[in-house]
């Protein structure tokens, strides 16, 4: 990875209103993008973990169970709270839920280009959203009856959560 991490800087601009002052639209626009926030911090803890176990492996095997339990637990976590953030199921209140939510108050109307918009951006991701559903169902959600009988199963395809994967996992997050 050639990123510098301590150069990565995200930042919101705009109006801040209090709780209060919020309708509930607005609290649950808030809480989805401290959820996003949160989710991001996430990922770039998880790639300054890489970089500087990549750049101090002999550092890192002091202590190899320790820094393994570290990436295990990032991993989890990044994965868990990105599926959390593209959860679609019905009592889940996902991205595409908000979105809906929002083309049904009072907002919608004002808002119906930057709605169709965001709706085409996040088509974009679509194949990448499902990759982080599928790691979630298949490794740390359920107990996938091919993971216990692997050996059964020709599948030759395993879920990549490097390269490619990761790149657009960050720029999801951004997005």
Do not use: C
């Not at 637990?73 to 593209?86: G, P, V």
């Not at 599948?155 to 720029?171: D, H, I, R, V, Y």
């Amino acid at each position: 990875m050639g990123t510098d991490w301590n150069q990565k800087k995200y930042s919101y601009k705009g109006n801040v209103l209090s709780w209060d002052k919020k309708d509930d639209i607005q609290r649950v626009l808030t809480i989805l993008q401290d959820d996003a926030m949160d989710t991001l911090n996430t990922v770039l803890e998880y790639g300054f973990v890489l970089d500087f176990t990549t750049k101090h492996l002999d550092f890192v095997n002091r202590a190899p169970s320790f820094w393994s339990e570290v990436m295990r637990s990032l991993r989890f976590t990044l994965i868990m709270k990105s599926a959390r953030l593209f959860d679609e199921s019905a009592d889940a209140i996902g991205l595409n839920k908000v979105l809906n939510i929002l083309e049904q108050s009072i907002y919608g109307s004002r808002m119906k280009n930057e709605l169709k918009e965001i709706r085409e951006q996040y088509s974009k991701y679509h194949k990448y959203i499902n990759e982080i559903r599928t790691i979630r169902d298949k490794i740390y959600a359920h107990n996938d009856k091919k993971e216990y009988r692997f050996w059964k199963h020709n599948e030759t395809k395993n879920l990549e959560f490097e390269g490619e994967f990761w790149n657009k996992l960050e720029e999801i997050l951004v997005w």
